[in-house]
Each structure stands twice: as structure tokens, then as C-alpha cells.
């Protein structure tokens, strides 16, 4: 059974950071390309970011290149999402998929999602 289960969303003020994780099983994590995905308040989902299975290329969304860095330990099963710099437009929950960038919006990809909270 296939399982994704992130971690790490909070409340934080504008400015600050926050450090996902999703622990992933019931697949062959290092051979799946993985995303993050987000969906604010009343809006459709956004691809995040994307990296390769065995990280040699990742991808970022135009709003959070330079801010926000994906990564994966895939001796942990585990996908990763450090975001510094936050803004409270990055607010919205937070979704580990297990999907390359153009298959990450699909819902039967991703986990339950973790909420970010960014307010002053």
C-alpha cells in the first residue's frame, strides 16, 4: 500500500522558514521522480517543485525559486522541502506527491498534505 505521510507544516511569521518532510513506502521511492504541491485557501492546486529520483535535476515554480530548496535521502524513504523566506502568500497546505512535474497535480499522487501557516 502506498503511503505518503509529510510532516513540518506550521505557523510562522513572514520571513521565517520551515523544514517539510514526507516518508514515503509501498514503492520504489529511489526510482520515483517526487514533487511538492501546494493549495491555498479557496484556490486550485500549485506545483512547488520537483526532483529526479536520484537527485541529479530539480525544478522550481517561479515563486519560489531562490527561497525555497527540495531534496531527498533516499536511504530514509524521505522527501524534503526546506522554505526560508517565507510570505503569507506561500500559506496553504502542503503535498508530497509522488510524481514528476507534469503528473504532480493528479490527486491520486499525493499524501494527506501538512498546513503552512505564514502570518505576522
Known amino acids: 500500500q502506498v503511503q505518503l505521510v509529510e510532516s513540518g507544516g506550521g505557523m510562522v511569521q513572514p520571513g521565517g522558514s520551515l523544514r517539510l518532510s514526507c516518508v514515503a513506502s509501498?514503492?520504489?521511492?529511489?526510482?520515483?521522480?517526487m514533487s511538492w504541491v501546494r493549495q491555498a485557501p479557496g484556490k486550485g492546486p500549485e506545483w512547488v517543485a520537483s526532483?529526479?529520483?536520484?537527485?541529479?535535476?530539480?525544478y522550481y515554480s517561479d515563486y519560489v525559486t531562490g527561497r525555497f530548496t527540495i531534496s531527498r535521502d533516499n536511504t530514509k524513504n524521505t522527501l524534503y522541502l526546506q522554505m526560508n523566506n517565507l510570505k503569507p502568500e506561500d500559506t496553504g497546505l502542503y503535498y508530497c506527491?509522488?510524481?514528476?512535474?507534469?503528473?504532480?497535480?493528479?490527486?491520486?499522487?499525493w499524501g494527506r498534505g501538512t498546513q503552512v501557516t505564514v502570518s505576522s
Open positions: 506527491a509522488r510524481a514528476p512535474r507534469d503528473d504532480a497535480l493528479q490527486r491520486q499522487f
Open positions: 509501498g514503492f520504489t521511492f529511489n526510482s520515483q521522480h
Open positions: 526532483i529526479s529520483s536520484a537527485s541529479s535535476y530539480t
